[in-house]
RNA sequence: GCUCCCAUGGUCUAGCGGCCUAGGACAUCGCCCUUUCAAGGCGGUAACACGGGUUCGAAUCCCGUUGGGAGCGCCA
């Protein structure tokens, strides 16, 4: 029914069990639920596991598991069920056999005993001659004797449709009037010789007795729709209505792919990227707001959502702007949230995190410089460990410093700091740049001593802060072990 | 080969016949701020694929060309 008739808007997701939810399928589910959201409906998550050899639990579960992380949540699916299930394929067999039979029961579809081989050779011969190539029809009017003869040869079979000689149309969503002539399409498989569905009728059965009303799905089924609606009309069934949407593409403007960089949601997530921004910039590849509003929360989509302002070109996945929206969202966390964010990476970098206090204070210090979470380790190590490694390079300007100018600036910081009365970010602040103006050193130059020192490296978290987080003790360690360093 | 889809700066896009000397964002460049690096502020460079029409007027409509993509599977 669809939803023209005032029935519920039900959409759906339907990926294969890959081991891993890829970012076309994590955006294709973004707009379906945003579309079940927008507009009261339900979002339906359907597992398409036909393909048996491929198919396993683990590799459904990868797949929810990527869809989940980005906070994207289904109101019937696998795992929580609902009123339509079972939602696995392979468990909605018998609706496939069923339809099947009642298509060959009235004509519509019937048994094909070529061999693989055979196909290969026709299509093959077909294309030598320019002619497309395609099933020219060879099992089309087998009599019931010859039928008798190749099963009792042991030919296994498969089930076609009998494509009707005539022109299929449809309005799809985005881009309009759709049609094509299916006089020039094969008589195509329906149910392979073991049984099963092939995708394309099998989704027609499950999106019919789904009550599915709208189908968004990437434009490389487009083609295929006709296939599906030639499926609709043997079955008598009315079809949903269909929206096509882009493809993601590789800098190279080729469909995306591993080759170019990360493609599975769990990538992102190890490399530190944040579910708000993936989500936030996946919306934004492929459909605007039709404002200037770069921002969105995931209510924010909902309500902004629409389906005339989706794009029907297909858009390059730029990590660069994944990471500007990356760095919006970390900068927008409070240090509570962005320390149990950062705590993980922080673990697996092999640092001890004691105090959830302490990381937070740390965080909060790095949180303008954090472009993705597997950063924090490399800004922040320094304070989670005993000693940091010191190279003479890092203290820089060889030209401009000896070692023995190094040694004297930082004996005076040593003994400044060691003299505070209290060990706050405005003492020590005093105290050092006040020491810049006796000792004539630029404050910049000064303070990147004892930034390298305690540090052991040029770019760090700002130098107060930092200092006051390690302590008087740990500090002064470490000015004095930099000092004996330089005088090797 | 056949069928179909798409076409604004490097990238994502706004634009749906005059409001366009084409707007925003990312990236990039410069300046400011500044204890490093960021963040932030200000400013700059940069696009209507090409050729025909239609029209008083075209980025916007039509046709063609070119370019890119998808499909033509017992993959989904």
Redesign the pocket.
Known sequence: MNAECGSTIRVRI???PTGNCHVGTARTALYNMLYARKFGGKFILRI????QS?STRESEEGVLEGLRWLGIQWDEGPDIGGPYGPYR?MERAHTYGDAAARLMAEGKAYR?Y???EE?EAE?REA?AA??????YGKCRNLAAEERAELEAEGR???IRMRVPDKILTFVDL???H????MG???D??IV???G?P???F??VVDEHYMDMTHVFRA??????TFDQLAVYEAMGWDPPQFG?L??M?N?D???ISKRAGAVYIGEFRDMGYLPEALVNFLA?????P?T?Q?IFSMDELVGAFSV??L????????I??L??FN??YI?SLTPENLAARVRPFMEKAGYVIGDQEFLERAVALVT????KLTEAPDMLGFLFVDQVDLARESFGGKAKFTSADIVRALTACEGALSGLAQWTHEEI?AALRGLSKSLGWK??DL??QV?VAITGR????????SLVLLGRAKSLARIARAIAALEE
């Open positions: 339907a990926p294969s398409d596991d036909t393909d491929r394929q094909c070529c061999t693989p196909l299509r294309l320019g002619k497309p190539p395609r099933y296994k079979h498969v985005l881009r309009g759709q049609q094509k002539d020039e399409r094969g195509f498989v392979k010789s073991d099963s092939v995708y394309n099998a989704t434009v490389e089924h487009l083609t295929n096509h882009t493809l593409l800098p403007r080729t469909k934004l590849l492929g459909w605007n039709g200037d770069e005339d302002t794009s029907r070109s297909d858009a390059v996945f730029d660069k702007k990471d500007w760095g919006v900068r303008d410089r954090l472009g602040e404050v910049g303070l990147m930034r040029r770019v760090t978290p700002p130098l107060f802060e």
